[in-house]
């Protein structure tokens, strides 16, 4: 069955959410923010569904999600269930000629994440992956920063993802089982934003690393764990750039503590995605907290400005910034820094790197 909602070829998009947790919930907010309606959803179990098809404010229920990807009234499906099912979902998506927002990860292997790239290609249409965080303005802001030459040349990177709502054994989670959560937890989970984010700011790629990872726990709640709960990793860039990251998800007091910090021979740059409103610039004779600000900012940050200044944005709100751009690109735009499925695959490679290094104890040369 389908709704009334009358699709006007490049007027109104129409979204289909496969999930029904939290990512699902901000996805859907997004979309509406963008204008778009929930036409349909479709979750684990039909009550599931109904439940968060009338949280999120969807029209109708799907009864699963081969029904949703085939629904003819929907233009683009988010995908927001286990990472597990991401890449066969986003397949059968895009076969159908849907405009596709899949969550991180893409896929669980490389492999996986670079058919979809292919059938993306193949289908000709827009699929992208929300590492969002590149959507506050002042990571814009650090990302021209650094493009126009204000830090220099790049000497090192200090970053971090900190997390501690894995830090007891009795907390648990599907992602803490690598059949629905993949081989990786959280580098995956959130390692892949920490990269995606020091690769999108520096211009520049990790070309080879070392990690360290570690599980703490062999056992959550009732299950075996089998993938790590930390990962440390050492890093160097393709300009030289010697980079250091740590990924955890057991630092007690850090909840999204994602913080990325360049140091140029000219000046530092410091983003901290908890305190999105700053940048906080280094320099040898003097440093600077900058504020956000539309009348100030660099003009490839600007667009992205959704509040004046003084009007704290966050989280949702860079998400909305990256679903309108999906938008965008629906209607033909090419917005600046949206993330695709080819950043989807380059986070699956830096995974099976991190992997491989921690379980060789090697140096890996990242290919791309
Ligand atoms: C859980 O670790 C999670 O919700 C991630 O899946 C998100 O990508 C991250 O942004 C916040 O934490």
């Not at 002042?138 to 030459?149: L, T």
């Not at 830090?167 to 580098?187: E, I, K, Q």
């Not at 999906?326 to 090419?334: L, M």
């Not at 380059?346 to 995974?351: I, K, S």
Request: net charge negative; aromatic share 4%.
């Amino acid at each position: 069955m389908t709704t009334d909602v009358i699709s006007t070829g490049i007027g109104t998009i129409r979204t289909g959410v496969l999930g029904g947790g939290f990512m699902a919930r901000v996805h859907a907010a997004a979309a509406q923010a963008a204008g778009s309606p929930i036409i349909a959803l479709a979750s684990s179990t039909p009550d599931r569904a109904a439940a968060a098809a009338s949280r999120l404010g969807a029209a109708r229920v799907e009864p699963d999600a081969a029904a949703l990807i085939a629904a003819s009234d929907i233009d683009v499906v988010h995908v927001c269930t286990p990472n597990a099912t991401h890449a066969p979902y986003a397949l059968a998506a895009l076969e159908a000629g849907r405009h596709v927002v899949c969550e991180k990860p893409l896929a669980t292997t490389a492999a996986d994440a670079r058919r979809l790239v292919e059938a993306a290609a193949h289908a000709g249409v827009i699929a992208a992956v929300p590492f969002v965080y590149r959507y506050h303005p002042m990571v814009r802001e650090a990302r021209a920063r650094v493009a126009r030459g204000d830090v220099g040349t790049l000497l090192s990177v200090q970053g971090a993802y900190l997390q501690d709502w894995m830090l007891a054994a009795s907390d648990d989670d599907w992602r803490a089982d690598a059949a629905t959560g993949g081989p990786s937890r959280a580098f995956a989970d959130i390692g892949s934003h920490l990269c995606d984010l020091l690769e999108f700011v520096a211009g520049e790629r990790i070309a080879r690393l070392t990690a360290v990872t570690r599980r703490v726990f062999d056992r959550r709640a009732e299950h075996e764990v089998d993938n790590e709960d930390i990962a440390g990793i050492l890093a160097e860039l393709a300009s030289g750039a010697v980079a250091t990251l740590l990924v955890s998800q057991m630092a007690p007091g850090r909840k999204n503590g994602l913080t990325l910090e360049l140091h140029g021979t000219a000046a530092s740059l410091r983003f901290a995605q908890e305190r999105p409103e700053e940048l906080w610039v280094g320099g040898r004779h003097g440093s600077q907290l900058l504020l956000r600000d539309p009348e100030t900012a660099d003009a490839s940050s600007a667009r992205l400005h959704r509040m004046p200044a003084g009007h704290p944005m966050g989280y949702q709100d860079a998400f909305d910034g990256f679903v309108a751009d999906v938008h965008a690109a629906v209607r033909g735009e090419a917005p600046d820094g949206l993330p695709t499925f080819a950043d989807g695959l380059r986070a699956a490679v830096l995974t099976e790197a991190v992997l491989a290094s921690a379980a060789r104890r090697e140096w890996i040369e990242v290919e791309g």
